[in-house]
């Protein structure tokens, strides 16, 4: 991973330079596993979970691959305990594994899925279709140290809850810098300056782990949601959350390809007014949708949609980011959506950075671990 994204100012152009090609999974274990592309068990993985269970045949036919890849990935996902075959389901009269229908694997396995907020850190266990197990939530404590030793402690409350399941992955959506090549992470926001972020959660966490942005976990957790209320993909998202600190991601195909943390100055600069730390304002709420338009302009997305507490609960400050962004774009066909206010999508976020690298190369997970 080349971590989140930046606590300084960045340009549209160079957030839309920034994209990297496939769907990369960025940042595991440094050395252990990097996959660059979703393969066909990704593939496979991603169609039963947002469509439930499908025989080998169907899953043929949905994500157009052919039926010996299908039938090697499903394979070696049921081998790893990622699938399990439905043999109540399969039609009556027909016999033969391509019949009988496979579903994600609920049972066998746990993911652990950590937000590290400003304020308030969640660890969350769940299952591989990233419905909830068991949540811990505790103020931030300053120190780095401090803070992952609690998690640490969380953690092993967690396994304890859930014995009879085997941990598969971890994963940590976290805001600030982090840089995979030293295993730190600089969040000034929180203070922290080269904390040795790696060696703290290879101490507490007995598997693999992914490192995400945070405002990419929400993202592609407010896409998958987007997706199955609409039931319709779109290539491409932009999306911008504002919480803690406001921060924009761009998503193709559902994943996240670039995104900047902490964009506030970038939003300054496109007006004459002043942010303070009170909470949202008319003013701040104009350049933050002036801010969302600039970049919609550059990369063009199917989709624009704004989320975060900030402003998706204030129906003033809603108004002024619609009117920012209708002042600045230069195009009217794709209009700013907002997001519903969600108490648990940070627990949303924080297992789908654990299970990311499950629907992109699950089998290459599988044996890194």
């Known amino acids: 991973m080349t971590g989140v994204r930046t606590t300084a100012v960045r340009s549209p152009l160079e957030l839309v330079r920034s994209a990297r090609p496939g769907g990369s999974v960025r940042s595991v274990r440094p050395g252990v596993f990097r996959v ?29 691959l052919s039926a ?49 907020g400003e304020r308030e850190t969640w660890v969350v266990s ?7 197990l068991h949540r811990t939530t505790f103020a931030t404590p300053a120190s780095a140290f401090d803070v992952f030793a609690a998690i640490g402690a969380a953690l092993r409350v967690h396994e304890s809850e859930l014995q009879g399941r085997q941990p598969l992955w971890a994963g940590l959506a976290v805001g600030g810098l982090y840089d995979e090549h030293r295993g730190a992470l600089d969040h000034p926001r929180l203070g922290w300056c080269e904390a040795p972020v790696d060696v703290l959660f290879r101490a ?11 405002v990419e976990a929400v993202a592609e957790v407010e896409y998958r949601r987007f997706e199955s209320v609409f039931r319709r993909r779109p ?14 991601a761009w998503l193709v195909d559902g994943l996240a390809r670039s995104s900047a943390d902490d964009i506030e100055s970038f939003c300054a600069a496109l007006g004459p007014e002043r942010f303070d730390d009170a909470g949202p304002s008319p003013n701040r709420a104009v350049l933050l949708g002036r801010a969302v338009a600039s970049v919609r302009d550059v990369v063009n997305p199917d989709v624009v949609t704004l989320g975060g507490e900030a402003f998706t ?11 920012g962004y209708r002042q ?29 690298v499950m629907y992109i190369d699950p089998i290459g997970a599988m044996q890194a671990r």
């Open 313 to 323: 609960r204030h129906g003033a400050e809603r108004e002024g980011v619609s009117d």
């Open 235 to 248: 290539e491409s998202w932009l999306y911008l959350c504002a919480e803690e600190s406001v921060s924009m």
């Open 36 to 64: 660059d592309e979703t393969t066909p068990a990704g593939w496979i993985m991603q169609h039963l979970r947002g469509g439930g269970p499908a025989t080998r045949t169907m899953l043929a036919e949905s994500t157009g």
């Open 68 to 116: 010996s890849t299908v039938n090697r990935a499903v394979t070696a996902l049921l081998e790893h305990g990622l699938l399990r075959d439905r043999p109540d389901l399969a039609p009556r009269g027909r016999v033969g594994r391509p019949h009988v229908p496979v579903e994600v694997d609920t049972e066998r396995g746990f993911l652990a899925g950590i937000h590290l």
């Open 126 to 132: 769940g299952d591989l279709l990233g419905r909830e």
């Open 328 to 356: 600045r774009s230069s195009y009217s066909d794709v209009p700013l959506r907002f997001s519903e206010p969600d108490d648990d999508l940070r627990s949303a976020a924080a297992l789908g950075a654990a299970s990311r």
């Open 204 to 214: 507490i966490v007995p598997t693999p782990y992914t490192v995400v942005p945070y």
